[in-house]
């Protein structure tokens, strides 16, 4: 049987509900995946405490695993990040180029997703799935509209049986055509996706402009208690992005940007986090800083780079909220582990471990 989830352009462009009701139950075609824990309920407050040690991303899209291709990322790097003291692991998908026709999940695929949840439950890590395809619905909102849909009733009545640790994040970094209007429109449907089969599972939620600290107070959350708020962190721009093909000709171009730590740096930092806390306070919900970190190929500067993170790891931690660096492993890009060498980058990662608890 397959899945009718389909939706009409107008309801998009007036940001009209996603799916209706009548479009209910998924058939996710592969067993569910079962813990070894079972699921028990746990309030968004208190993951973020038990996240908050630091976390990082890890096993994205990008890498050609999620294919069977070759590639630098080995299931033992799950336990080391666990090893060296990392609480929570963020897992970046691009599942919508795994939907099928039907709009269900190419089991295959699944079971990729199975073997890292798996092995995170095997370490004691905390685990969010990231619906990573921000590029994709930047541009085409009406087709993230029906892929987004799709992919949380699979990947949502895939996991319904796995422990509180795993956690899912609707959407990275909503932006472009995905403006405040849509981004509103569409949350109480995806929750209601997610609902339907977990009913308390913690949800992470970050608002429009790449998940900018200055959308939050626009991003208007359903009215349900377990929600975890998320922002991302990459400011100064030009010193983390410094050299970043991605990031716009002039970025491109910066070389040799400074980071040195000065107090009117690190009050910058201090000064952003406090909007963040005020929203946090005034919307009663935790948060999590889910991606932070400083591109590496074009900056010699190692000292500047591990001054920057420790700062904001620093500043997250002083607030309470969880974190989780931008990323595991990228070659010379913003990698604490280094795969060729196999050894950490010893500066970002003493940086980004809290010691002593
Ligand atoms: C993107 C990466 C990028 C990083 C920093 C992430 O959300 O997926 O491609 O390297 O942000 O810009």
């Not at 407050?45 to 096993?59: D, F, P």
């Not at 999940?105 to 370490?123: G, H, N, Q």
Request: hydrophobic letters at 40%.
């Amino acid at each position: 049987m397959s899945i009718v989830r389909s939706l009409t352009l107008a309801a998009v462009l007036l940001a009209l509900p996603l799916v209706t009701h009548a479009q209910a139950q998924s058939q996710a075609q592969t067993a569910p995946y079962a813990g070894k824990t079972a699921y028990s309920e746990i309030s968004p407050e208190a993951q973020v405490a038990r996240m908050s040690r630091g976390g990082v991303n890890i096993i994205g899209g990008y890498e050609p695993w999620w294919n069977d291709g070759p590639s630098k990322f080995s299931p033992q790097d799950i336990a080391r990040t666990k090893a060296a003291g990392f609480t929570l692991i963020r897992v970046p998908l691009f599942a919508f180029q795994h939907l099928r026709k039907d709009g269900t999940l190419d089991p295959a695929y699944l079971k990729k997703i199975d073997t890292i949840v798996s092995l995170a439950e095997d370490s004691g890590l905390d685990i969010i799935l990231d619906e990573h395809d921000f590029e994709i619905c930047a541009k085409d909102v009406d087709g993230c509209s029906t892929s987004l849909a799709n992919v949380w009733y699979e990947l949502s009545a895939h996991f319904r049986n796995a422990p509180n640790s795993v956690m899912f994040e609707l959407l990275n970094e909503p932006n472009g055509n995905v403006d405040d209007a849509i981004w509103n429109g569409w949350l109480p449907d995806l929750v209601s996706i997610v609902r339907e089969t977990n009913p308390t599972r913690n949800i992470v939620i970050g608002p429009t402009m790449w998940n900018s600290i200055d959308k939050l107070p626009t991003l208007k959350l359903p009215d349900d208690r377990h929600i975890i708020a998320t922002f991302h962190y990459y400011s100064p721009f030009q010193f983390t992005h410094q050299g970043a093909s991605w990031a716009g000709a002039d970025i491109q171009k910066l070389r040799d940007v400074r980071w040195k730590g000065d107090k009117a740096e690190v009050d910058a930092i201090a000064a952003d986090f406090d909007k963040v806390v005020a929203w946090s306070k005034a919307n009663n919900r935790p948060v999590l800083l889910g991606e932070y970190g400083s591109y590496g190929q074009y900056n010699p500067n190692m000292d500047d780079r591990a001054k920057w993170t420790a700062a904001v790891s620093k500043a997250a931690d002083a607030r309470g909220f969880a974190r989780a660096y931008w990323y595991f492993e990228d070659g010379n890009g913003f990698g604490v582990w280094d795969a060729d060498k196999k050894q950490w980058r010893k500066p970002l990662l003493d940086a980004l471990i809290t010691k002593g608890q």
